[in-house]
Structure formats: C-alpha cells, structure tokens
C-alpha cells in the first residue's frame, strides 16, 4: 500500500529526510512518532504530493509518486484523505458546504453529493449541525467536520498530522474512536503524533522517526 525507500528530502541545504524507508499494508493502521522537527509532517507531505522528494522511490498503492506527471496529481489525490492539525476550514461556509467542497471540485452529481455528505455527517455525529458555520462549534466538533470533509470522497488512504493536538482529553478520545471505525471499513490510516499516548496500548505498528529516518519500529 505505502512504501518509502531511501526516501531523501531537503529544504534550502537543510537535511530533513535521508535514506527513509517504511512500508505499510492495505487497510493497516499505524502511526509515526518523533520529536517535534523531526520531519513528521514532510514526510506526509510527500505521501500527499504537495512536496517532491529529493530521492529515493515513494510508492502509494499502483502510484509511483516521483513519476507523476503535474496534472495527474489531482487524480492521485482523490485516494487520499488529509485531516491537519490546524483544521483549515472555510469560516464562510456552513459545516455542509466544507464538506462538500472537494465533491464539487470534481463536479459530482448534486444528489450524490448531498447523499454522500449527509452520510459522512451522520457517521460523525453533527448532521444536526450541518447548517452551522465552523466557528460557532468547539474544536472537538470542528476536528470531526475535518475528518468528514476527509472521508467523503470515500479515500483508500487516510492521513492525519497531529489530529488531536489542540484537544482535550475527552475529545482526543473520541476522534480516536472515529479514526478506528474507518479503518475498520477498510480504509489505510497514518496518523502522525508525539502523544504517546495515542498509540500506547494500541498494538499498532509504531515508526519512530529521528536522525532524518526511521530509526525503530514498535507494536503500541
């Protein structure tokens, strides 16, 4: 499903991946830890496309990353969803309307795509707030319209970078459960965290990232 091997990446002469290699299974559930900086975040920027690697080979299902050609990133894209620790929803539109938004770039018929995002509401619990605009919900509520708005166009893979960061206990809790329940209908997670405490006991798959590569892999 994902592999990375001798993976290299370089921001202006700074050394922020080098000779990184991990794989990971269809429909498995993982995470990747390390100390703040220790390149978290780029690496799934890379899984997502929205940076280059330097070298190496990036593979996400039949996609070879390094070989696709500009305008085929879009297409690419339509497989992943990304769920970021600082939300990014649009404070102009209503809950519904930023979970729609990636079904209407892709120019969805308007029935699917309203059966489609009322579906994913209900999964996360806030079709009652479908109507309501982002900032008039708690960060828990705004988090689950995030993993909505990444589930909706039914992806193979899901990523999250730091997911529970500015959460509560209670809401880290319950974010958590909603990531298991997808990855129990069959989608890919990749969750990226320095909270261990998201992982300890999981019996997932955990790569420790530092020194600019995988240094170690452990069962949570």
Wanted: net charge positive; charged share 25%; glycine share 6%.
């Amino acid at each position: 499903m994902i592999k990375l091997s001798n993976v290299n990446k370089t921001y202006e002469k700074a050394i922020v991946l080098k000779n990184c290699s991990m794989t990971m299974d269809r429909g498995e559930f993982a995470f990747i830890t390390g100390p703040s900086g220790a390149g978290k975040s780029t690496l799934l920027k890379l899984l997502y496309c929205s940076e280059k690697i330097d070298g190496g080979h990036i593979s996400v299902d039949e996609w070879i990353l390094s070989k696709l050609k500009k305008r085929t990133i879009p297409f690419f894209r339509r497989n992943i969803g990304v769920v970021f620790q600082d939300f990014k929803l649009l404070f102009n539109k209503s809950v519904f309307e930023n979970v729609a938004l990636s079904l209407r770039i892709h120019h969805m018929d308007s029935k699917e795509i309203m059966e489609r995002v009322k579906s994913i509401l209900k999964e996360v619990k806030l079709m009652h707030k479908s109507d309501i605009f982002p900032q008039f919900l708690s960060g828990g509520e705004q988090q689950r319209v995030v993993i909505a708005r990444a589930m909706v166009s039914q992806p193979m893979l899901l990523l999250a970078d730091e997911p529970t960061g500015n959460l509560d206990s209670d809401n880290t809790r319950s974010i958590m459960r909603l990531f298991r329940e997808i990855n129990t209908k069959g989608t890919t997670v990749l969750i990226a965290t320095h909270n261990e405490d998201l992982y300890y006991g999981s019996g997932r798959r955990v790569f420790h990232l530092n020194n600019k590569h995988i240094e170690k892999e452990i069962v949570g």
